[in-house]
């Protein structure tokens, strides 16, 4: 996996090696290739900006996925103390395909949940690949049930291709866990804000996505469908993801555009997984102003605020009914 690049990617990368070779011999004293160390140092700089400036939809859909791009967990490592992680929806059992629990953002007590997806094939089968069952929407449920008791702010975190379309998810009960993960977090009386991390996919996304504040990172992308289903069920072929991409209208610049998300919040330049830290902290210093700002609202006022959020999203034509009279 660490060797793995997606093939926009694969021309910086190779330049990037060439680049660790000269500083590897460098650092046993060769000083004689100073300046050509300098010169491809900067070839790519400016090869990065020119990749990253113009990404297609799909090049973003690619990006959303990559299997170096931080996670739930990667994030609450590097954003948050004393996470207190919790299991289970006390109806079925536990679902690792979602992480959540108590923890402290800048001292503060918070609640923080999210998808999480493996990085290894054990991961992953372990996790689902980041597809929620039912018992993982409940497991979701409970916990922000309790951070409303207490009073604690909610951050969320999506990552998810969409919760799983199983047999033994749909006999629990999966659409219902997921309308009603939507009805009890429109109803939440403290701050809720929600981060699109990699990618947000359908209902099972939306599931903890009902927020009060809804941010995306840069690369990320958010729709209703995966562009490789659109396109099965659109053009009845699986391989125009790429034109059903472009149909979604589904990256961070087309959702700010259309008021789906509050802020984009900017990656590490080439991606949250060529600097997984320096993108943490910009998700941070966004985090803590939103944060902010909604903790000045009472819980009536927040629910309040959360209602015309949602509501005024979408573009609604009202046509008069004509009279039938005289034809």
Known sequence: MSQFALDFERPLLELESRIAGLRQLAAEGQTDIARELDRLERKAQKLQREIFKDL???????????????????YIQA????????HGDRRFGEDPAIVGGFARFDGE??????????RTTKENMLRNFGMPRPEG????MRLMQLADRFRR????????????????????????????????MAQLRVPVICTVI?????????AIGVGNRV??????????????????ILYRDASKAELAADALKLTAPDLIGFGIVDEVVEEAPGGAHRDPQKTA???????????AELKKLDPEALVADRYAKFRAMGVFEEQARTSMEGR
């Not at 929407?137 to 979701?140: C, D, E, G, L, V």
Request: charged share 20%.
């Open 56 to 74: 297609s939809r799909w090049q973003m859909v690619q990006l959303s996925r990559h299997p170096r791009r931080p996670y739930t967990l990667d």
């Open 79 to 86: 954003l948050f103390t004393d996470f207190e992680e919790l």
């Open 109 to 118: 007590p918070v609640l923080v949940l999210g998808h999480q997806k493996g």
């Open 137 to 140: 929407y409940r497991k979701a």
């Open 153 to 184: 702010p909610i951050l969320t975190f999506i990552d998810t291709p969409g919760a799983y379309p199983g047999i033994g998810a749909e006999e629990r009960g999966q659409a219902e866990a997921i309308a009603e993960s939507l009805e009890m």
């Open 198 to 206: 990699g990618e947000g996919g359908s209902g099972g996304a939306l």
């Open 215 to 232: 941010l995306m990172l840069q690369y990320g992308v958010y729709s209703v469908i995966s562009p490789e289903a659109c396109s099965s």
């Open 281 to 291: 902290e910009n998700l941070g210093a966004a985090l803590r102003r939103h944060l």
